[in-house]
T-cell receptor, first 114, second 109 residues
Framework: KAGVTQTPRYLIKTRGQQVTLSCSPI?????VSWYQQTPGQGLQFLFE???????NKGNFPGRFSGRQFSNSRSEMNVSTLELGDSALYLC?????????????FGEGSRLTVL | DAKTTQPPSMDCAEGRAANLPCNHS???????VYWYRQIHSQGPQYIIH???NNETNEMASLIITEDRKSSTLILPHATLRDTAVYYC??????????FGQGTELSVKP
């Protein structure tokens, strides 16, 4: 079956703009989580959604937001982009919200802010 | 969530076993140990996970000490394609994984 799909794969924005990234989880998976990866901070948890509800949130400013739709697809939005938001944004899906199942990651969306 | 400590880098000869250590001294009773790896600029790939018993799958073996304060990931016959950053993660509930800096494994011919 198809893996986690993230779009777009690459994008370039300028400071002050906003961006929306999309994630389609593996069919049947209801949990989607988002991560930011930068060279300086490594992989950091952004938020997790299950059945359209945010279940967990990382330590990021309110400019970072997300949502999940009834088909489990998820989007994340970053408003008022800053240079430091340049990163690889990764989405992961899993069947449930317990701690015993695998998280499957997509290939990520690489955002460059100029 | 518990934190983990890993050596920043390791080398391994192709065909030999790669043993990657991880310390997680503050792990609590219901937290699992997960291992992922990331090949440059790709999404992290699941390897294996365990609670307290040793685990083995087609990719690797996971050895967890009896007190659960440390573990070792074993790649039995490392190949050049195993060159990657390996992350040891202690996972609480849900999809929140707390990644450390990982171990950069270089498999050399």
């Amino acid at each position: 079956k198809a893996g986690v799909t993230q779009t777009p794969r690459y994008l370039i924005k300028t400071r002050g703009q906003q961006v929306t990234l999309s994630c389609s989880p593996i069919s049947g998976h209801r949990s989607v989580s988002w991560y930011q990866q930068t060279p300086g901070q490594g992989l950091q948890f952004l938020f997790e959604y299950f059945s359209e509800t945010q279940r967990n949130k990382g330590n990021f400013p309110g400019r970072f937001s997300g949502r999940q739709f009834s088909n489990s697809r998820s989007e994340m939005n970053v408003s008022t982009l800053e240079l430091g938001d340049s990163a690889l944004y990764l989405c992961a899906s899993s069947y449930g919200t317990g701690n015993t199942g695998e998280l499957f990651f997509g290939e990520g969306s690489r955002l460059t802010v100029l | 969530d518990a934190k983990t400590t890993q050596p920043p880098s390791m080398d391994c000869a192709e065909g030999r076993a790669a043993n990657l250590p991880c310390n997680h001294s503050t792990i609590s009773g219901n937290e699992y140990v997960y291992w992922y790896r990331q090949i440059h600029s790709q999404g992290p790939q699941y390897i294996i996970h365990g609670l307290k018993n040793n685990e083995t799958n087609e990719m690797a073996s996971l050895i967890i000490t009896e007190d659960r304060k440390s573990s070792t990931l074993i790649l039995p016959h490392a190949t050049l394609r195993d060159t990657a950053v390996y992350y040891c993660i202690v996972r609480g509930q849900g999809g929140k994984l707390i990644f450390g800096q990982g171990t950069e494994l270089s498999v050399k011919p």
